[in-house]
């Protein structure tokens, strides 16, 4: 199998680097040895050849570039170990010390021709201030992500999902509300909006209802809400869910700070 997490014979935990020096030492450049006795070069080679663009992006916005970090393998992580990888990515982001981007990312694409293997699945706003793979430091097939305004489970994003938990086999779900939700706010004043806007509403108005005129109660009450319709109703993921191979969890996301935390 070409996926990273799934290479014959691979330990169940294993170095994003060393992956990334010994396949691209095939094809791509210098020789291991060199790479790895020279932390340096090898972060300038990888800048050139997979994300010289989204590095000087980075850089320029002031986010730290560090060295890979281990990660563990989509088949042998627990709900909550694929949980933590989520939270622990975050608190990278947030204190601006990514090393997604330190990953050849021509190479990851490369090895996921095939197949996806996402330890993880978010259900998160489309709103443009949550980019989810960078809120959680993570890169190409890590998170299956469904985005949506107002972050509800319609019957298309639980198809989706569904379609995630029962082929790709992530181990979480993650549903994610944010500050200053726009999608959450209409619904609260309710106002006359055109074309088909209004259609967001009666997903999130059990939360408005729960949470009154508190928009931040409102915005957490919605990912909560979503997280258990989607452990309740559908039979995919509440099967997968009482077999302890998944697991649902709401999250708000704070737009100033960067950070996630758990809302159970
Ligand atoms: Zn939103």
Not at 13 to 42: C, Q, W
Not at 136 to 160: C, L, P, W, Y
Not at 237 to 243: G, N, Q
């Amino acid at each position: 199998m070409n996926s990273p997490f799934h290479r014959a014979g691979a330990p169940a935990k294993f170095d994003r680097g060393t992956f990334d020096l010994e396949s691209a030492s095939t094809s791509l450049g210098p020789p291991p040895d060199a790479l790895s006795t020279a932390p340096s070069s090898r972060r300038s080679f990888l800048q050139t050849i997979a994300g010289g663009t989204v590095a000087g992006l980075a850089s320029a916005a002031g986010l730290e570039i560090l060295k890979p970090r281990p990660v563990l393998a989509q088949s042998t992580l627990t709900p909550d170990a694929a949980l933590r990888e989520l939270m622990e990515g975050n608190r990278r982001f947030a204190a601006g010390r990514l090393t997604a981007y330190e990953q050849d990312l021509a190479v990851l694409r490369q090895h996921t021709i095939e197949k996806q293997e996402p330890f993880a699945a978010v259900l998160s706003c489309a709103d443009s201030r949550v980019p989810v793979e960078l809120v959680f430091d993570q890169s190409i097939n890590h998170i299956f992500v469904t985005r949506i305004a107002g972050n509800i489970a319609t019957s298309e994003i639980i198809a989706s999902l569904e379609y995630g938990a029962a082929v790709l086999g992530p181990k979480v779900i993650l549903v994610m509300g944010h500050g200053g939700c726009g999608a959450v706010k209409a619904t609260m004043q309710g106002k006359t909006v055109p074309g088909q806007i209004s259609a967001l509403y009666p997903h999130i108005q059990l939360a408005v209802n729960q949470a009154g005129s508190d928009l931040d109660a409102a915005i957490k009450a919605n990912a909560k809400i979503q997280a258990a319709l989607l452990r309740d109703s559908s039979t995919v993921i509440s099967a997968l869910v009482k077999e302890s191979k998944l697991k649902v969890v709401a999250a708000y996301y704070d737009i100033a700070t960067g950070i996630v935390t758990s809302l159970e």
